[in-house]
């Protein structure tokens, strides 16, 4: 049974204990870091002032992540009765009140990177009450009262503190029938003869440019006036759309959509996190503010 090395050291400390069960729980000293609200290497420092209390490791450290030594689970087993008694408290419970948070987003952003993931605060979060608006980027029409808003745009908002949440590069994807269809497309200038679907919140010319394609914006045809729209026609076979990672990612990994050039373009636009400059960020905005850009990072790294 585990034992601290010396009988007469003193107990560890709760922020040590909850840095510990958060990290096994979630199999991350990152997400534990967004749960708890404070940066991955706090939860380092107290796991380890918890193992050099306890006088053997709790994780083993690799460079694929964290997972737990025997020792590790055997101190799972033993705090985590000891953890819930106190949650179970009724002067605790009442300690902690229920909060709010009402986010706007736009369609494609709800629809392609938070509603897949939200499950993930909302878990570590139970007595978080979440309400999420949809906006209409392109027309700049959404709800005016708010804790946050995912905007689609260059960062600039006047009265607001924006953050950037992507880091995305666009390029040309398609169906595998479409590119049956049409035929190969070797290069850049296979796009000649191709249906190239349009949406203006993501053009085609910052892709021509580092194509070395000397093309105006492409005019004539159906125009999507959301990205979601114009990536779901693509997936259909109807054409070639500017695609981006964070938003296509399921698709190319699931093969409904093909990239067929190893062409990259950085473009103008970018996904971003704002809310007024008049409030602080506390609470459950200020966790779920880290979350929601632990989340993009994380998407943008598997890219």
């Keep these: ?17 909850q840095a510990f069960e958060s990290a096994a729980r979630l199999g991350s000293f ?8 404070i940066t991955a290497s706090a939860v380092g420092k107290r796991i380890s002032q918890l193992e050099t209390a306890l006088g053997q490791p709790l994780f ?9 030594t025997a020792a590790g689970h055997e101190y799972l087993d033993q705090i985590e009765t000891a953890l819930h008694l106190l949650s179970d408290i009724s002067l605790h419970r009442r300690s902690r009140p229920r909060e709010h948070i009402r986010l706007v987003t736009t369609p494609t952003f709800g629809h392609y990177i938070l509603g897949p993931h939200l499950h993930e ?10 309400s999420v608006v949809l906006s ?9 009262q708010a804790d946050f808003w995912v905007r689609f745009g260059l960062g600039r908002y006047p009265g607001a503190v924006s953050e950037r949440l992507t880091d995305d590069a666009v390029f040309p994807a398609c169906s595998p029938g479409y590119l049956a269809r049409h035929g190969a497309l ?19 010319k910052p892709w021509f440019d580092a194509a070395g394609l000397d093309w105006p914006e492409p005019e004539g045809g159906v125009s999507f006036f959301d990205v979601g729209l114009a990536m779901t026609a693509a997936r259909a076979g109807q054409g070639v759309v500017i695609a981006r990672r964070s938003l296509a990612g399921a698709y190319l990994d699931e093969g409904s959509l093909v990239a067929p050039f190893g062409i990259q373009a950085a ?5 971003y996190l704002c809310r007024e400059a008049s409030t602080p960020l506390t609470g459950a905005h200020l966790a779920f503010s880290l979350w929601l850009k632990a989340l993009c990072a994380r998407i943008s790294s598997s890219s």
Excluded at 1 to 17: D, E, V
Excluded at 30 to 37: D, F, I, M, T, V
Excluded at 136 to 144: K, M, Q
Excluded at 186 to 204: E, I, K, S
């Design 1 to 17: 049974m585990l034992r601290f090395a010396h009988q007469n050291l003193r107990l560890p400390s709760l922020a040590t204990i």
């Design 30 to 37: 990152g997400r534990a870091a967004e749960e708890l609200c």
């Design 60 to 68: 083993d450290r690799g460079s694929r992540g964290v997972a737990l």
């Design 121 to 130: 605060f909302t878990s570590a979060h139970p007595k978080v009450d979440m």
């Design 136 to 144: 209409i980027p392109y027309l700049d029409i959404g709800p005016t």
């Design 186 to 204: 070797r290069r850049p200038a296979d796009l000649a003869g191709a249906n190239l679907l349009r949406c203006p919140l993501d053009p085609w």
């Design 267 to 271: 473009p103008d636009s970018h996904y």
